[in-house]
């Protein structure tokens, strides 16, 4: 029996896809975490799916909570991990030791905690695409969970362990010239297009997309939101800022369509673009846009979502900043000036536009 365990949206659509192409005549069961609350809210529908056998909901939330206080009180590492895998173990709706293999999707939650701990043997899936060779800006977001960050070196996150086996990740997305021993080419992109048209729909009908979405405009434009309100990284304001931004001066003259992150829950596309963006539902994959909108597109971009990079085929132009955005984007208008400053002076005759200009940069 196979076991997949999945925290996020694009965690789920590896399991998905892995089962579907690669495990399609075994018995397997989705394993869900509580954390991530899309889980919590489409339980049914994964269940309705009768893509895995079985579909269970880890309430692993209430273990991460508790890892969290013992944090605070300054517990030990060892107190730390040693309660919450006896928590784990009290509350898993399945037994691990009689699954033939156990992959995970991340591994870096309580539930990896007690796998790694174990010495289980499992099989990892990166993060994000291209996550793994650069991890950057996943650990620093993780330095908030500090139970979590307190224990990387003991355990040895994303398959960098004795326990995990192998990690499936997109080869031709990671940076140039790495290499891991583990690594197995994993490319959601490649596979999903590889599929054929009926079983791409269960896929797109697991994730409640039954229709094409968005319009069949001949100049469309893609955001990719993140969820830096949520994670505290900024506040919702900022947030929104960002994306007027991105919108003013990258994406002009185009039909803006807007896919929120699964966790992107307090965004308000609708109220700050109005009449002049389609919101798309929240809890689709990104990789699935291909499949849902019309047309290929003209821009896409994203703060620093790994997603945009999945986008290349399908966009004549991708654009996608790293972290140092969440601050600089205040600045933006101060380079847009000093930019149409210097093209002015560079060629008086030429026409210029916020694409234009930015182009240049």
Known sequence: MILYYALTTYHIQCCVLHRLTKKPDEEAILLLSDIHKNSVAFLSRYRESKIFDNVF???ESQVNSAARQNEAKHRSKRFI????CRSIKKILPVDVEKMDEIYLCPDHFPFGWYIIKNKIKYHCFEEGCGVLSDNEFMLSNMK?????????????YFGSND??????ADEQCQKEGYHNPKMTDFSVTRILKAMPDEQRKRVLSFFGVNQAVGKNEAKNSLILTQHMANLGIMPLEDQHLLYRLFAD???ENTYITVKPHPDDIAGRYNEIFGK???VLPFAMPSELLPYTLGGKLKIAIAAYSTAVKSLGNYSDRTICFDNRIMTDFKHLNRYFAALMLVSVLSDRK???TTTAVFKSF
């Open 81 to 84: 991990l040693n309660t919450a």
């Open 276 to 278: 002049n963006a389609a």
């Open 163 to 168: 326990s995990a086996v192998e990690i499936l």
């Open 249 to 251: 001066y990258f994406l």
């Open 144 to 156: 908030r969970n500090k139970a979590q960050y307190k224990l990387m070196d003991v355990l040895g």
């Open 350 to 352: 030429s026409k210029i």
């Open 57 to 59: 909901l880890l309430e």
